[in-house]
């Protein structure tokens, strides 16, 4: 049976400003999902609602069928991992002893790291080809280190459902797509949900199954990425001109959009 994380007539927002009036969401498959967007649409507050970081003003965030806000964290945390988009930890922390830290939701108080622990931090050392780096501190990394890193922990809870804000941040393009790889490879080989917020468009569309665009605080389109991603909903969207076309790659194709010199007043 399928892990489902739904919203439901979530309102959403800070400080008394709305963001999000009214979103209606259902993700019920092992599949890759990228919400993309405009800044300011809503993408970052949404991935926070439904990773429990934030709490809805109005409606409600189920995981498989459960208010998340009424379950205990430890539940969640056995069946979501989240990775924001800014995350922080002391320099001189070693690999290891952070990627431990995704142990926490099955010990008990001052418990010692099991043999199962053990085994779990690992296997996700392995997944994200960091069992090299377990002594390294965190501040000799580079920043695609880092980011694996951090993967990794989120890996130790033994999630199946993987939450990612804007993971290739900061990254060059050659561990952007280092990144990507790897999470469509957890994806296949663990069958692993991802939900990621994406800017870079082609990343989208070339790694996820499923596109959900979001717009001004509502879900503009959601569905597979040929019907997502075109110059038409790019142009609604973004309110840039692009070429949106397939290009066959190592075997396979995908989707790639080239955007036009010119750009459209908002709204156009």
């Not at 945390?77 to 990627?99: E, F, N």
């Not at 010692?112 to 050392?125: H, N, V």
């Not at 000799?140 to 941040?169: H, N």
Request: aromatic share 4%.
């Amino acid at each position: 049976m399928n892990d489902t994380l739904e919203a439901k007539g979530v309102k959403l927002g800070y400080g008394g400003k709305v963001i999000i009036e009214q979103m209606q969401l259902a993700i019920d498959q092992p599949e890759i999902i990228s919400i993309i967007g405009p800044n300011g649409s809503g993408k970052s507050t949404l991935l926070k609602a439904l990773s429990r970081l934030l709490t809805p003003l109005a409606g409600c965030v189920l995981l498989n069928g459960r208010d998340i806000h009424q379950l205990p964290p430890r539940e969640v945390a056995k069946t979501m991992a989240i990775l924001p988009q800014s995350v922080q930890a002391p320099g001189d922390m070693t690999v290891c002893d952070l990627v431990a830290y995704g142990r926490m939701p099955y010990q008990r108080m001052f418990e010692q790291i099991s043999t199962e622990d053990e085994a779990c931090i690992a296997a996700a050392l392995a997944a994200t080809g960091m069992e090299k780096m377990l002594h390294r501190r965190l501040d000799s990394l580079s920043g695609g280190e880092r980011q694996r890193a951090w993967l990794a922990m989120a890996l130790a809870q033994q999630p199946r459902i993987l939450l990612l804000d804007e993971p290739t941040t900061y990254l060059d393009i050659h561990h952007q797509l280092e990144l990507m790889k790897l999470v469509r490879s957890l994806h296949q080989d663990r069958r692993l949900t991802v939900v990621m917020v994406l800017h870079d468009l082609n990343h989208a569309a070339r790694f996820s199954q499923r596109l959900i665009a979001v717009k001004d605080g509502r879900i503009f389109a959601d569905g597979s990425v040929p019907e997502i991603f075109t110059a038409e909903n790019l142009k609604a969207l973004y309110g840039v001109e692009a070429t949106v076309m397939a290009i066959e790659q190592g075997g396979s194709s995908h989707l790639v959009c080239f955007p036009h010199d010119s750009c459209l007043p908002q709204g156009a």
